[in-house]
Structures are given as structure tokens and as C-alpha cells.
């Protein structure tokens, strides 16, 4: 039987496995060598060979206008080479961007049987599982915690980073994950033991967020929730009100209320958030501030200890909001083309020197958001074909849900898919993440799973 036990699908499923929880990174002279860079020519080579042999076939899942929105921006990206300063950055970032893409298309056109479907569901619930465990422990254990932004933490020991190398890298994959794990657990699953264990996983997930100290990643997991709710009204209410799930919920709010920092963090969080909008607008917890005369010592020594954090977190924002500037400037001074595709870095130097208010005490800085890196290096022509890339995505990922019926488990995937991509897409407005080639190969792979999933249950219901 086609598509039976291939060398593809033993490939994909190291790659669900290894590529979340296999974390190393070498070079063998200029070339990077780590589990993706091994793993994605292997399931490409291994998928073409079967396919003119007839050992996999495809499926009908229609993605020629994501197939067209990818060559666009490659189009634009190879062009913009030609402003390029640095050659091998600009060909490394265009491999790796070739790299999602290719597996990204083998894993949502390779038509794959229910029951394979399945094992990559187990394959890569281990590694969630794994993955999820081990930053527990991290932190519990206080090894390799990362201790980089532990300036307005008083009570944490470290961040926690997982296999993921950075807290900020780690956070956005978990919110990818967990709006899906909780409707598994809430909406899809009908017995208590496999709900309960399921929201345990769940927990794990929303504890290891918290543990990350990411601001931007709390704040994001909290509107995820709610969009789940706007999104699922119905189905997500019906069943959340059980005891056993209520009581949960229960438990867990006041586990992580009662965390290290949490807080304060968490005020802290809408403080940065505060001074990125309009003056005026006040959503800070607490109210306003305490009367200086009326003769509380600890409430007046408080609020010494929140000025003195305030000020950390404005310096905190001024440096991410001057990071942006920094981008905003490359992107209006080479509109068309930009500075070529992988070239930010290569001209950041430059910029910090025609732009002395740009410097914030480093000759090389990220620009902590990727849209604006995209625009700096491919121009205002190659930021639009890069988000026509995800307007597309979600428009298909729409079609598939409205498609889905009376499926569940179809919806369920559908909603999650859709509500933790835009966390990561939330999370890209603070952070590189689309340019982490461990976490977007995870963002890649299983959308791709994902999106054929549904498109092969999309036929048991027609």
C-alpha cells in the first residue's frame, strides 16, 4: 500500500521528535551542522526518491497560493542580494528560509494515512511532553538557567529556556502549543482521566511560560485564552464548566499567582505595555498611587521599590523601542529593495554611527522584531510578500475550519492551529523568532501536518 512505512514518514517523525528537544549547533568550516540541517535534506531527498518511485503519493489539499506567496518573497529576497554587504549571510538566510519552505510542502501534500497521522500525534506529544518536563526541573534543580534580564527579578533564580536556548525562543513555542493542548483537554477529550491528564500537560506548559520571565509571552497567552473562548464559545464553555476542569483551573491560577515574581512581573508587564501607548492610557493594577503623607511606611517604602523597578522597565522599553527605530530607519532609507536579504547585522554598525541616537551601547544589536528586519533587508516590496505568506496561511486555515462540520477534532485542531499562530506572529512584534531555525522548523512541520490533517478530514464529512 502506498505511503505505507516509507522512509518519509520514519523521517518525519525523527524530525517531530529530535528537532524540538535536540538542541546543538556546530559548523563544519562556514557551514552550520545541527538536528534540522541534517534531518531537512534527508526527509527532501528521501520524499522526492519515493515519489518517482510511486512508494508516497499527494494529497488534494489545495496550497499552490501558499506554493505562489513563498516564490514570491523569494523572488524579492534574491533580488535585494544585489544591495547585499555580506554575501554569506544573505545566501545562509535564504537557505534556511528554502529549508521551512520545502519541508513545510512535503509534510502538507504527502498524503498520509489516518493511522500515521496518529503516530506522529504520539511521537510528537513525547517530545511536548519531554520538552515541557525538563523545563520544570530546570528551574527546580537551577541548572543551566539562563540568567540574562534578571535586572526587576528579586525572588527567581534564572529563566527557564528548556531546549529551546533562549526564554524568549522557549516562550514563543510554548504559547504556540498550549491553546491547542487546552482544547484537547477541555473540548476534545470526553473522559476525565485523559482530561485531567491532558490539562496536567497543559499546566506544565503555562508554568514553564511564567517561568520564562517573558513579559511579552504572558501577556500574549492571556489574550490566547480569551480568543479561545471568542473563537469556541459553545464547545469551550460547555465543557469548562465541569467540576474537575473548574476546580483545575482553580489550582493552577493559584499556583502560578503565587510563583516567584509573579506579581510584580506581571505589573511590570503592563507598566512596558503602558508606555507603548498613547499618554494618558492607564492599565497598570493597583489604582493609583499612595498618598506620600499618609503615614504608611511599608506602602511609602513599596512604592520605592515599584519606582525603582518602573525605571528598569522604561530603560527596558526605551532600548527595545530604539532596537525598532534602528529598523524603522533601514527600511525608510532603502524603501525598494531594502539592505539585502540577511544583511540587518552587517549594517547595523553604520547605522548607530549616522544615527547616534540609535546606539544603546552595542555595535551589534537584533532588531527584536521581525517584520521590521524583513523590511530593513528586502524593502517595503519584500514586507508585504512576506505577510501576504501568513495572510494567506490563516485564510487557508479559515477554509479548513468552516469545512470541518460537525468534526470536533477537526475544529479543535483548526482553532488551535489558528490561535497559537497568532501568538507566534504576536510574539515575532518583540522578538526574532521567525529566524530561529529550530523554532520556526517546529512552526513549519506541524502546520503542515496539521493543515493535511484537516484537509483529510475535510473528505470523511463531505
Not at 517531530?16 to 563544519?28: D, G, N, S
Not at 493542548?181 to 491528564?197: C, M
Not at 521581525?370 to 516590496?381: H, P, W
Request: glycine fraction near 6%; charged fraction near 15%; include cysteine.
Amino acid at each position: 500500500m502506498a505511503n505505507k512505512n516509507t522512509l518519509t514518514y520514519y523521517l518525519v517523525i525523527a524530525c517531530l521528535f529530535f528537532i524540538p528537544i535536540l538542541y546543538f549547533k556546530t559548523y563544519i568550516g562556514p557551514l552550520p551542522l545541527s538536528a534540522e540541517v541534517i534531518l531537512v535534506p534527508l526527509v527532501t531527498l528521501a520524499a522526492i526518491y519515493e515519489f518517482f518511485k510511486g512508494k508516497i503519493r499527494l494529497n488534494d489539499l489545495k496550497i499552490w497560493p501558499l506554493t505562489a506567496a513563498f516564490a514570491l518573497f523569494l523572488l524579492v529576497s534574491l533580488i535585494s542580494i544585489v544591495n547585499a554587504i555580506d554575501l554569506k549571510s544573505a545566501i545562509m538566510e535564504t537557505a534556511r528560509y528554502l529549508s521551512y519552505v520545502v519541508l513545510f510542502l512535503i509534510v502538507a501534500k504527502v498524503d498520509f494515512t489516518k493511522k500515521q497521522y496518529l503516530s506522529f500525534a504520539k511521537w510528537f506529544g513525547a517530545a511536548v511532553v519531554i520538552v515541557g518536563v525538563f523545563g520544570v526541573l530546570q528551574y527546580v534543580f537551577n541548572f543551566s538557567l539562563n540568567k540574562a534580564g534578571l535586572y526587576a527579578l528579586q525572588e527567581a533564580k534564572g529563566r527557564v529556556d528548556s531546549t529551546l536556548v533562549n526564554p524568549n525562543y522557549y516562550s514563543a513555542y510554548l504559547n504556540y502549543l498550549i491553546p491547542t493542548i487546552l482544547l484537547v483537554a477541555v473540548v476534545y477529550f470526553k473522559n476525565r482521566t485523559a482530561q485531567l491528564l491532558m490539562f496536567a500537560l497543559f499546566a506544565i506548559y503555562v508554568a514553564n511560560v511564567v517561568l520564562t520571565y517573558t513579559r511579552a509571552a504572558w501577556v500574549t497567552m492571556a489574550c490566547a485564552l480569551i480568543l479561545l473562548i471568542i473563537l469556541m464559545p459553545k464547545l469551550f464553555i460547555k465543557n469548562a464548566i465541569k467540576p474537575h476542569i473548574l476546580l483545575s483551573f482553580l489550582i493552577l491560577f493559584t499556583v502560578v499567582y503565587f510563583m516567584p515574581d509573579v506579581q510584580s512581573r506581571t505589573s511590570s508587564a503592563l507598566y512596558a505595555i503602558e508606555q507603548l501607548l498613547p499618554k494618558g492610557t492607564n492599565i497598570s493594577l493597583g489604582g493609583d498611587s499612595a498618598d506620600p503623607d499618609s503615614g504608611d511606611v511599608d506602602e511609602v517604602a513599596g512604592e520605592e521599590e515599584e519606582v525603582e523597578e518602573d525605571a528598569t522597565t522604561s530603560r527596558a522599553v526605551v532600548s527595545r523601542t530604539t532596537l525598532w527605530k534602528t529598523g524603522w530607519y533601514m527600511l525608510r532609507d532603502n524603501p525598494v529593495l531594502g539592505l539585502g536579504v540577511g544583511n540587518y547585522t552587517a549594517n547595523y554598525k553604520d547605522y548607530v554611527e549616522k544615527y547616534p541616537e540609535l546606539y544603546i551601547g552595542h555595535d551589534s544589536y537584533s532588531v527584536h522584531n521581525s517584520y521590521l528586519k524583513v523590511g530593513a533587508e528586502t524593502g517595503f516590496i519584500g514586507l508585504i510578500s512576506f505577510l501576504l505568506i501568513y495572510i494567506v496561511y490563516f485564510l487557508t486555515i479559515i477554509k479548513l475550519y468552516l469545512d470541518q462540520k460537525q468534526n470536533v477534532l477537526g475544529k479543535v485542531m483548526a482553532v488551535g492551529l489558528f490561535v497559537g499562530s497568532v501568538c507566534y506572529m504576536v510574539q515575532n512584534l518583540s522578538n526574532n523568532l521567525i529566524f530561529i531555525p529550530q523554532l520556526n522548523m517546529i512552526f513549519w512541520l506541524t502546520a503542515g501536518l496539521v493543515l493535511a490533517f484537516l484537509a483529510k478530514k475535510r473528505k470523511e464529512v463531505a
